[in-house]
């Protein structure tokens, strides 16, 4: 069996105060329910787990009943920091799930595509992560003002999601970062602590997340420019 869990319980500060990014409408309907219906419609998974802020509940619910969202779903509250939300929606799977897809709420035009390539990577690896090559040139700076390195950029990824897992993997991972009490904006990171390979799996569309309001309109001309839309 393989789930998916949509993180959808950060409060997106970078967007503006009191805007909840998850909700602003693009292309005719709110960024979660882009993402929602992504995940809804592809065939390579049989369940989805909602992780949202606490008092949500019930306007997920609507959403779901609003769209019509057919695939057995879960909601279950998120925690303080990123992997707790995780640990939270892990603990909601399925009995029988093997391998899990974690999606960031905000990331809308992940395609069927993108999401069955690291389902395919993950139970051949163990943990797998949607990734394109770095294409800016990148700088270091110590102090914020002045520069003081230059990065090799042919050896740099910027990841995304979905970031995709065998079950007992991400629980492992997730465990050791909890003990050691960090905090990570990234799960392949709780992989690197306990040695775990991650694999890359190149996205070659683009993927973007919604962060601050001028990403609307790119994620906009997206969402519009596919055809299922």
Same mark, same amino acid.
């Given at each position: 069996?393989?789930?998916?869990?949509?993180?959808?319980?950060?409060?997106?500060?970078?967007?503006?105060?009191?805007?909840?990014?998850?909700?602003?409408?693009?292309?005719?309907? %709110?960024?979660?329910?882009?993402?929602?219906?992504?995940?809804?419609?592809?065939?390579?998974?049989?369940?989805?787990? +909602?992780?949202?802020?606490?008092?949500?509940?019930?306007?997920?619910?609507?959403?779901?009943?609003?769209?019509?969202?057919?695939?057995?779903?879960?909601?279950?509250?998120?925690?303080?920091?990123?992997?707790?939300?995780?640990?939270?929606?892990?603990?909601?799977?399925?009995?029988?799930?093997?391998?899990?897809?974690?999606?960031?709420?905000?990331? %809308?035009?992940?395609?069927?595509? +993108?999401?069955?390539?690291?389902?395919?990577?993950?139970?051949?690896?163990?943990?797998?992560?949607?990734?394109? &090559?770095?294409?800016?040139?990148?700088?270091?700076?110590?102090?914020?003002?002045?520069?003081?390195?230059?990065?090799?950029?042919?050896? +740099?990824?910027?990841?995304?999601? &979905?970031?995709?897992?065998?079950?007992?993997?991400?629980?492992?991972?997730?465990?050791?970062?909890?003990?050691?009490?960090?905090?990570?904006?990234?799960?392949?990171?709780?992989?690197?602590?306990?040695?775990? &390979?991650?694999?890359?799996?190149?996205?070659?569309? %683009?993927?973007?997340?919604?962060?601050? %309001?001028?990403?609307?309109?790119?994620?906009?001309?997206?969402?519009?420019?596919?055809?299922?839309?």
């Amino acid at each position: 069996m393989v789930s998916s869990i949509i993180v959808a319980a950060g409060k997106g500060t970078r967007m503006g105060a009191n805007v909840d990014k998850l909700w602003l409408e693009v292309a005719g309907r %709110p960024v979660i329910a882009h993402t929602w219906k992504k995940f809804n419609d592809a065939k390579c998974l049989d369940e989805i787990i +909602l992780v949202v802020r606490n008092g949500m509940q019930s306007e997920f619910s609507k959403l779901a009943a609003q769209f019509k969202f057919s695939k057995p779903f879960r909601i279950v509250v998120g925690g303080a920091e990123r992997q707790d939300s995780v640990w939270n929606g892990l603990a909601a799977l399925s009995a029988k799930t093997e391998i899990v897809a974690i999606q960031d709420a905000a990331r %809308p035009c992940t395609s069927e595509a +993108l999401i069955a390539a690291t389902i395919q990577a993950a139970r051949e690896t163990g943990a797998a992560v949607a990734a394109q &090559p770095v294409t800016d040139t990148i700088k270091e700076s110590a102090d914020g003002k002045t520069i003081s390195h230059t990065h090799d950029r042919s050896r +740099l990824w910027s990841v995304q999601t &979905p970031q995709t897992f065998r079950v007992e993997v991400i629980r492992r991972a997730i465990s050791a970062a909890r003990e050691k009490k960090m905090i990570l904006t990234d799960d392949t990171a709780a992989c690197e602590l306990i040695g775990q &390979p991650v694999r890359l799996v190149r996205d070659h569309s %683009p993927n973007p997340k919604v962060t601050v %309001p001028g990403d609307l309109p790119f994620v906009e001309n997206l969402l519009r420019s596919e055809k299922s839309f």
